[in-house]
């Protein structure tokens, strides 16, 4: 009695094909995504006089200049800007953090009076701009005696650019979803074990939703560290500027030498490429994840 091959649906030729297809996508997707940043970099090495007077753009350097990153970074004192919107943005994202994950937790988990009423108020701010508050949070401060134009202080400044971003509700819905994948029955247990709430939430919610907590860190430091409007208005001192509020400053007053601003730009971006390879792993799997298993 012979045995017959079992027929399958696609034959190994037809599947190299298909993978090879994805390859040159992928690949094609890859260098469009990256040309921006290719093309940031050849202009940050390339002369300023020479890149000022180019007609038409070049993919390749024009008279080489290696130093100008030096000169961006000593020319542009974009040291303690950096430090400073990094200080800025750890605040801002550990806050937001634990506040998100608190307050998702009790959306997820806990039932109270007008749950679904708060969760929907609170995913409705998510429509707003900042435009839409930015005079409000503004005199609010200034009520506060937090944006003082006549005596700028650190502590003041700091506490100004931090307070209106101590929560968020794009975190409270991403982090909900994630508990909702979260079996109640396993919650259960855990109560019959003596665990609390608190104790539930961080010992076994938070680490079954870690890929979807990193990404929301991601996230969160992202919006945070790019932050340009609320820096102009929060700081009334060129001593306390955040990142991007020097930079814009470094390309007005250097506006011939157009590589020292190209990689100022990029020095401004390592941290970003940092935490994206730092969380590459918990960002895919956080963005891709359809649910806690």
């Not at 921006?36 to 008279?63: D, E, H, N, W």
């Not at 994950?101 to 679904?116: D, H, I, N, V």
């Not at 909900?176 to 855990?190: C, K, S, T, V």
């Not at 100022?264 to 935490?275: G, N, S, T």
Request: hydrophobic share 55%; glycine share 6%.
């Amino acid at each position: 009695m012979t045995t017959e091959p079992t027929p399958t649906t696609e034959s190994t030729p037809t599947r190299r094909w298909r993978n090879l297809g994805w390859y040159v996508l992928l690949t094609a997707l890859s260098i469009l995504v990256l040309f921006p940043v290719y093309m940031t970099f050849i202009r940050a090495i390339s002369g300023g006089a020479a890149s000022l007077f180019q007609k038409k753009p070049s993919l390749l350097p024009v008279a080489t200049d290696w130093s100008s990153f030096i000169d961006a970074f000593r020319e542009g004192n974009l040291g303690a800007p950096l430090l400073r919107s990094l200080l800025v943005t750890a605040i801002i994202v550990v806050a937001q953090t634990v506040t998100s994950t608190m307050a998702a937790y009790a959306f997820a988990f806990l039932e109270f009076p007008l749950k679904k009423v708060l969760f929907a108020l609170i995913m409705g701010t998510l429509l707003l701009p900042i435009e839409v508050t930015l005079i409000a949070n503004v005199q609010t401060m200034f009520d506060l005696d937090l944006i003082n134009v006549t005596d700028p202080t650190f502590g003041r400044t700091l506490t100004a650019l931090t307070i209106p971003f101590l929560a968020t509700a794009l975190g409270v819905f991403l982090i909900r979803q994630g508990f909702l994948g979260i079996p109640h029955d396993l919650l259960d247990a855990a109560r019959l074990d003596g665990y609390s709430d608190m104790a539930f939430l961080w010992k076994i919610a938070v680490p079954v939703t870690r890929p979807i907590v990193g990404s929301f860190i991601v996230i969160s430091f992202l919006g945070a560290y790019n932050q340009y409007v609320w820096p102009r208005f929060a700081v009334k001192s060129n001593d306390y500027d955040t990142i991007q509020i020097a930079l814009r400053n470094f390309l007005t007053d250097n506006p011939n030498q157009l590589n020292w601003g190209f990689a100022a730009a990029l020095i401004a971006a390592v941290p970003v490429l940092v935490l994206l390879l730092v969380f590459q792993r918990q960002l895919v799997r956080g963005l891709t994840a359809g649910a806690v298993k």
